[in-house]
């Protein structure tokens, strides 16, 4: 039998969600809660299209120019954003991952970077996604399997679906204080600042996505008691999705997915993307991870449907 292009399929359920995760890049392909899907899905047998779903590593976002230096040593990377000279979204997107468990209700995915001349630290993925009463949690867990530190962070890359309709139509939460600015060519790193210099961008009080085109990350987030971020995707009934994640992810990625070249993939779905670095942390080394010989870490994110308010009895329709 001739192997989907998207890998191994593993589907996995519990109550009222289903997900599906493709080996390839350990992909969330599809999550659904009853009938309706809370992320943008494609076809097993597709290329995996604008890195939907993509687990990234062993960073997430760009790096300018694919270049770095780590340890005194210079590195270039493969510009696999050409049209922007960028290295972008790790190195594992195309590597098949393995299953090593598997549940009803879990599949666990790993695989091994292997040491190259851009990137000479062999790191092992571990990608687990549990399904549970409160949603879809995915952890990545990186481990070093060489002899000396390697540059390492991650996130996720899910494009959240209120419900019908676009981008333009759904509502967003989402508690931060800063943005950091980008070039409007390359989307590189220049400055973070205030959200409040930048209210097209400040949805810290529950507001309509309408036209705005968003491409940016955030951080100064606001979060729980218990150290919980949250970004909500919202209809305008009150139904809709959350992503929600721990202390491990310092940063979150927004983009509208502004795709008017192909109209039928433009702000169909909202990028939300928790990471534990900012773009072209690999140069900045703004949170970036130092992972050493033989240590692990790792990081969570758990993606949740939102379920409308019922109304009191006797409350006009």
Known sequence: MTPSLSGTQHTIRSGDYTAVIASVGATL?????????????????????????????????????????????????????????????GLAGWLDYEAIDKAPDSVTLSTVIQAQQAYPFPVRI????????AGLTQTVTATNLGSVPAPYGTGPHPYLVAGPGKVDDWLLEHPADEVLTVTPDRLLPVAVEPVDAHPDFDFRTQAQIGSVEIDHAFTALRRSPEGVARVRVLTGEGSGVEISWGAACTWVQIHTADRPENPPSNRIGLAVEPM????????SGTDLIVLEPGVAHAASWTISAVTAPVAPAGTPA
Request: glycine fraction near 6%; charge should be negative; proline fraction near 10%.
């Open 29 to 89: 392909r599809s999550l659904r809660h009853h009938d309706r899907d809370l992320v943008v899905p494609f076809e097993a047998d597709e290329v995996r299209p604008a890195s939907r779903g993509l687990t990234l590593a062993p960073w997430p976002n760009r790096i300018a120019d694919g270049k770095y230096s780590f340890g005194g040593t210079d590195y270039q990377l493969p510009l696999s954003e050409p049209a922007r000279h960028n290295a972008i979204h």
């Open 126 to 133: 571990d990608v687990s996604f549990a399904l549970g009463a």
């Open 276 to 283: 534990t670095c900012p773009p072209d942390a690999f140069n």
